[in-house]
C-alpha cells in the first residue's frame, strides 16, 4: 500500500479543527508519533474529524466509550464534540477536517468506519498534493470525491462504551488492561466484591450489553488489532481464550459476516 510521510507545511499556522473556510471542505493534516508519544488531551472544534492511522494503533476516547483503531479503520467525530487520542505504538496518523457545511451525510454520533482501499489512496493522494503550491482548484474537486466515498464506508460496532459511573468504570478499564487475563464473570464479581447477578445487571445498565456482549467486543477489538500485527488465528485464539482457532473463526464471522483474513484482506 502507498505510504505517505508527515507534511510539515500543514502544522503550522491556525489549528486546522477551527478553520472556517468552506472553500476548503476537508483539511488533511499528517504527523509521525513515536511510542507513546501520542498523547491529545479532551478537546473538541467546530469541524468534524475522521481519526485514521496508517500505521499503528490509537485509542479514541469520547464521553462514556473508547475505541482501539487499527489501520482498516477510523473513527468519525462530529464537529463540537469532546474526545481525547493516545496511542502506545508508534503511528503515522491521518486527520481528516470535515467542514461542517459538508458534513450533513455523515452521523451526529461518533462511529467506527471499514477504511477501504480506495478511500485510504485518496486521503494519501490529498494529502501529497496539499502543497504550498498545490492547485486549489484540484484539490477541492479531490474534496468533494472524498466525502462521496466517506459517506460509503461501513459502519462497525467496535466501540467500547465504558460505563457512566464513578463506581462503574473501573470495572471496565480493569477488563481492558488485564486482557491476557480473561477473567469469567464471577471472577470480575470477586474482584470487585460484587456479586454475579449485581455485575450482570450494572453492565446492562451502564453498558447497554451484557458481560458476555461487553467482553466479545473487547475481545474482536483485540483480534483486529493482533491481525494488524498478522498474527495466525492460532495464536489469536489462544492469546484470547478460545478453545480453538476454529472457534475463533466462527465467532468473528458471526459478528463480520467474513473470516478474520478475508475481513483484513479487504481493507488493507
Not at 240 to 265: E, H, I, N, W
Amino acid at each position: 500500500m502507498t505510504k505517505y510521510t508527515e507534511n510539515p507545511t500543514l502544522t503550522r499556522g491556525p489549528s486546522p479543527g477551527h478553520i472556517d473556510d468552506p472553500e476548503q471542505n476537508i483539511i488533511v493534516h499528517s504527523k509521525k508519533f513515536s511510542s507513546g508519544e501520542l498523547s491529545r488531551p479532551a478537546h473538541s472544534h467546530p469541524r468534524a474529524q475522521l481519526v485514521w492511522s496508517n500505521q499503528g494503533i490509537m485509542k479514541v476516547t469520547v464521553p462514556g466509550a473508547q475505541w482501539l483503531v487499527p489501520p482498516s479503520h477510523a473513527i468519525w467525530v462530529p464537529g463540537g464534540m469532546e474526545h481525547e487520542m493516545t496511542a502506545n505504538t508508534e503511528v503515522l496518523t491521518c486527520f481528516i477536517f470535515v467542514d461542517q457545511r459538508a458534513s450533513d451525510s455523515m452521523p451526529n454520533r461518533c462511529t467506527v468506519l471499514h477504511m477501504t482501499p480506495l478511500m485510504q489512496q485518496l486521503l494519501i493522494h490529498f494529502l501529497n498534493l496539499s502543497t504550498p503550491h498545490g492547485s486549489k482548484q484540484r484539490l477541492q474537486r479531490l474534496s468533494w470525491v472524498i466525502m462521496d466515498e466517506l459517506a460509503e464506508l461501513d459502519e462497525t460496532p467496535l466501540d467500547l462504551p465504558d460505563g457512566q459511573s464513578e463506581r462503574f468504570k473501573p470495572i471496565t478499564h480493569y477488563l481492558v488492561q488485564n486482557q491476557t487475563k480473561n477473567p469469567t464473570l464471577s471472577q470480575l464479581a470477586s474482584e470487585f466484591a460484587l456479586g454475579d447477578r449485581t455485575l450482570e445487571r450494572l453492565f446492562k445498565k451502564e453498558t447497554g450489553l451484557t458481560f458476555s456482549e461487553w467482553n466479545q467486543r473487547l475481545k474482536f477489538i483485540r483480534a483486529i488489532e493482533l491481525l494488524n500485527e498478522h498474527k495466525s488465528s492460532f495464536e489469536i485464539a489462544a492469546q484470547l481464550g478460545y478453545r480453538s482457532a476454529s472457534a475463533f473463526t466462527a465467532a468473528f464471522k458471526k459478528q463480520f459476516g467474513t473470516t478474520p483474513q478475508l475481513y483484513m484482506k479487504s481493507f488493507i
